[in-house]
């Protein structure tokens, strides 16, 4: 399978899940040392627009910086967090599906619609508050919580936090009548 390259200044979906469903995250903990790891190893050559962690997958949003080394650094993300999960789980071999995915966004329309996906997932995958939900970039959005993700770029792409909010809330009751963005 040929793997899509990542390009300076595009956007992307970047997610994976654990192999053979397999749990990645079992605690806040490890979710926390997950969002660490990101922040230690690509916060120069890639920028955070959205994240959602779920206990057997995640979501990236993110736009590139250097595409000379963010697969190398991603790669370095996905490695360090899957060597210490091994190491506290007393378990061995792969925690990843083999490549994380990741699909280019072609515009502005699907970045917005994916921001919605990605905060949503705990809502669609477990009926979970997604305004409460601690580990997606929901909360820190609408807080003044200090963060590196993009908060004033994807503020900008709903045009105000009251249609963020909005928009948050009409696609969940579009998710609660059976629509699925895929």
Excluded: W
């Amino acid at each position: 399978m040929k793997l899509e390259v990542l390009h300076n200044q595009m956007f992307y979906h970047i997610y994976n899940r654990g192999i053979n469903g397999c749990d990645i995250f079992t605690s806040d903990e490890n979710k926390r040392y997950f969002l660490q790891k990101l922040k230690d190893h690509t916060q120069e050559v890639l920028d955070v627009y959205a994240y959602c962690l779920m206990n057997n997958h995640f979501h990236l949003i993110v736009q590139i910086v250097n595409e000379d080394v963010v697969i190398q650094k991603l790669s370095n993300v996905f490695n360090a967090y899957a060597k210490a999960f091994n190491k506290q789980e007393k378990r061995t071999g792969s925690l990843f599906k083999k490549h994380f995915r990741r699909k280019e966004l072609i515009n502005e329309s699907y970045l917005r619609n994916l921001i919605l996906y990605v905060h949503l997932n705990p809502k669609k995958h477990f009926n979970l508050d997604y305004t409460q939900y601690k580990y997606t970039s929901y909360f820190t959005m609408v807080s003044n919580k200090a963060t590196l993700l993009k908060r004033n770029e994807v503020i900008e792409i709903f045009e105000s936090v009251e249609n963020f909010v909005n928009s948050h809330s009409l696609y969940k009751d579009k998710l609660e009548e059976g629509f699925t963005f895929e």
